[in-house]
């Protein structure tokens, strides 16, 4: 029996370019981070604060809640605050339901937004809703904006899905329930395309989601997608969960279409804990494009899982500090020193391991485990360039790798 893998990525997905606020969406563009706030947008504080840790975090689009007459007012205001913060963050419009009145009533708010998001499944097809459609659309045509056309299972359009269910009742059932739901969620992002480049959208205007909560539909859905179209397209698993499932389950997802060149841009929606840091989803998807290889965002440190030889928990608070000083030095590091993104540093646990990934690593230590020798040699660009000896092992090695870094 013989069994064949194609594994190397394959080659990105042709798609239409769409410029969002200065940041390249698809067109070959590098796959793009984006996120989503949380707070009440009318609440404008709070809203400046969370879309500039999420911008300061990775997030190079942020999405914002745009539901009622005080947040559509309360646009403009925060991306004013943001540029005099010097944050030059592109902010997405989620509109539902009265999406095209409050455009059209606060034109600051339309014109303060980089993109529109429109749900087709409750801003959808039919007679009054295709009004409704048409009216944000044409705004968007007005203000030179692009639209992303977000298609969601739980606000499918029910109209289009009984259509094609009973389609498929009337030829006998050819397909299960499942595909008549990914053939709907697929033919809503479609359809809403062509109605908006029938109003006047241009191509590079368009970018489609359709996002699902099961692994196997968003893939499905996706892959059809993306053979039916060469719009952009914004990839996410909705209602991940929390905790780590949330992660694997988005990682798993992503990870799968990423792999076979679909996707422009990627949000990881993960359900924060009570209080819960919002930029973890941005963590998670700077993440899963650097492990995948895709685009570097901040020096990786490779660290063992440790095991029965290393009792104390010195090189797993070595590997956290210097994991969690990287990021925070991150945005300074960028502009000061280009390039360190793809520096890689390795802390391991013992000798076993530890030399070996410690020399493939730009700067690696091997630490003492328990019963060794309390010496720690420290590899430098693949060669052993000094042991570290005593009580503060680990502060010498944090220093080292600034120096490095800085060097
Ligand atoms: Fe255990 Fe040493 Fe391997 Fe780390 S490098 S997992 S401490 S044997």
Redesign the pocket.
């Known amino acids: 029996m013989s069994f064949s893998f194609d594994f190397e990525p394959k080659p990105r997905r042709q798609s239409v370019g769409v410029n969002v606020g200065g940041v390249m969406v698809g067109g070959g563009a590098p796959v793009v981070v984006q996120s989503m706030t949380n707070t009440d947008t009318a609440d404008i504080d709070a809203t400046v604060a969370q879309v500039a840790a999420l911008f300061r975090a990775g997030s190079e689009i942020v999405r914002i809640t745009v539901d009622r007459d005080e947040s559509a007012a309360a646009v403009p205001k925060i991306r004013e605050r943001l540029l005099r913060l010097g944050m030059d963050v592109p902010l997405v419009g989620d509109f539902h339901y009265i999406g095209h009145k409050l455009l059209a009533d606060h034109p600051a708010c339309a014109e303060a937004l980089a993109k529109y998001r429109i749900n087709p499944g409750n801003v959808g097809f039919k007679d009054k809703k295709d009004r409704q459609f048409g009216a944000i659309v044409e705004t968007a045509i007005r203000h030179d904006k692009p639209v992303r056309i977000g298609v969601n299972w739980g606000s499918l359009d029910q109209e289009l899905l009984t259509r094609l269910m009973d389609e498929n009742q009337e030829k006998g059932f050819p397909l299960t329930a499942q595909e008549v739901m990914r053939e709907a969620i697929c033919q809503s992002a479609l359809l809403s395309a062509e109605l908006a480049e029938e109003i006047g959208l241009a191509r590079d205007k368009i970018i489609l989601s359709a996002k699902v909560s099961n692994v196997q539909d968003l893939i499905a859905v996706y892959a059809m997608l993306s053979a039916r179209s060469d719009h952009a397209l914004h990839l996410g698993l909705t209602e991940a969960g929390m905790g780590t499932k949330g992660i694997v389950a988005s990682s798993a997802s992503l990870g799968i279409l990423l792999q076979q060149g679909i996707g422009d841009t990627i949000r990881i929606s993960l359900t924060p804990e009570p209080g819960g840091d919002r930029t973890r989803e941005v963590q998670v998807a700077q993440e899963l494009l650097q492990v995948m290889g895709f685009r570097q965002f901040v020096p990786v440190v490779a660290a063992?899982?440790?095991?029965g030889?290393?009792t104390s928990t010195v090189f797993q608070e070595l590997a956290q500090k210097i994991q969690d000083d990287i990021r925070k030095n991150m945005p300074v590091w960028r502009e000061k020193y280009p390039g360190v993104e793809a520096l890689k540093v390795a802390v391991?646990?013992?000798?076993?391991?530890?030399p070996g990934e410690s020399k493939h690593a730009d700067i690696g230590i091997s630490l003492p485990?328990t019963g060794e020798l309390p010496a720690a040699p420290v590899y430098i660009d693949g060669k052993k360039a000094m042991t570290l000896r005593g009580a503060n092992i680990a502060g010498e090695f944090e220093a080292l790798v600034a120096d490095y870094i800085e060097q």
Do not use: A, D, L, S
């Open positions: 063992c899982p440790g095991c030889r290393t391991m646990g013992c000798i076993v391991n530890g485990g």
